[in-house]
């Protein structure tokens, strides 16, 4: 499938401090590989393999490498000091960026409530905190990894008022298998994508494809990586190599995207107002703080929202 233009692989160049260039999201660059050949001796030993899951259609925005990754960390997910340790302890940070998000927007009301659709929720980290607030009507998680779903689902009925309410529902499909809502006013009122952009083939299609089931007035919400040398020592080097607080094999960084790569994508198509963005770090032993004009070359959060007319 020829994939629209912007995110795609290659595309724009990513413009080093000394006028160098690396295509935009390929794969790392001989500099790259020379670098990391130093660092063979902070690599961890490899894992079991899991069976591999069925190949997805090439239309699909799933990579089957990925799903049986995220497959074998299923059974650890809810524990917060295993290997999603950082997702628990980024979580805070998630609702304090959409809380911000909407406080530009909107005026207080208490008896507004919001829809949401979590896109590649995994174990429900997040899609179970969101259904727990006031003033959410209801959430909607949905992970193409059959075993990570199931593990949300469990830990979902420990929680007897959320199957009570039936504010939140686990869908085992990929984007691309969700219906568009028709009229676009019954979309959800925020879309979420946390951690996931990252790790996605082709994140222009996936993008165009999410962005339909956002309403008119509505926040798309993501966190990600920026690709940078300093992203690749920090989240390649040390939190894979060094400090293990990432399973081995977790990111790769040409799957990286900038902020501003990401502006520009929403710039070129009309219908989205000004985006927002927030740098974060990791900070061992004390959790992820927010730092000014990280979105630069870390991980960031980054708003949009979607215009009333479109």
């Known amino acids: 499938m020829k994939a629209p233009a912007g995110l795609l692989r290659p595309a724009p160049k990513l413009r080093s401090s000394r006028g160098s260039s690396i295509h935009h999201l390929t794969r790392p660059s001989a500099v790259v590989s020379r670098h990391v050949s130093t660092c063979k001796a902070l690599r961890l030993p490899e894992a079991q393999p899991s069976p591999a899951p069925p190949t997805p259609p090439p239309t699909s925005s799933v990579s089957s490498t990925e799903l049986s990754h995220f497959t074998n960390l299923a059974s650890s997910w809810w524990d917060p000091y295993g290997p999603s340790r950082l997702l628990h302890l980024m979580n805070p940070l998630r609702h304090q960026f959409i809380s911000e998000c909407l406080s530009t927007t909107n005026l207080p009301d208490a008896s507004q409530e919001y829809s949401y659709l979590d896109v590649g929720c995994g174990g429900g980290i997040f899609t179970e905190s969101a259904a727990r607030l006031p003033h959410t009507s209801n959430v909607t998680g949905l992970d193409p990894g059959e ?164």
């Open 147 to 310: 075993e990570v779903i199931k593990i949300a689902r469990a830990h979902m009925r420990r929680d007897p008022s959320l199957i009570r309410d039936g504010k939140l529902e686990y869908r085992n499909i990929p984007i691309e298998d969700l219906p568009p809502p028709s009229p676009a006013s019954n979309g959800h009122d925020i879309v979420t994508l946390f951690e996931v952009l990252e790790h996605v083939p082709h994140p222009s299609s996936f993008l165009s494809t999410l962005t339909r089931h956002l309403k008119p007035g509505g926040w798309l919400v993501l966190s990600t990586i920026a690709r940078t040398w300093t992203s690749w020592l920090t989240t390649k080097v040390m939190a894979e190599d060094v400090l293990r607080v990432v399973p081995r094999g977790t990111h790769e960084w040409s799957k990286y995207v900038r902020e501003e790569e990401l502006r520009g994508w929403f710039g070129k198509r009309g219908g989205w107002e000004r985006p927002r963005a927030m740098g974060v770090v990791y900070v061992p032993g004390v959790g992820w703080r927010e730092v000014r004009g990280g979105e630069k070359w870390g991980n960031y959060f980054f708003g949009v929202r979607k215009s009333l007319g479109s």
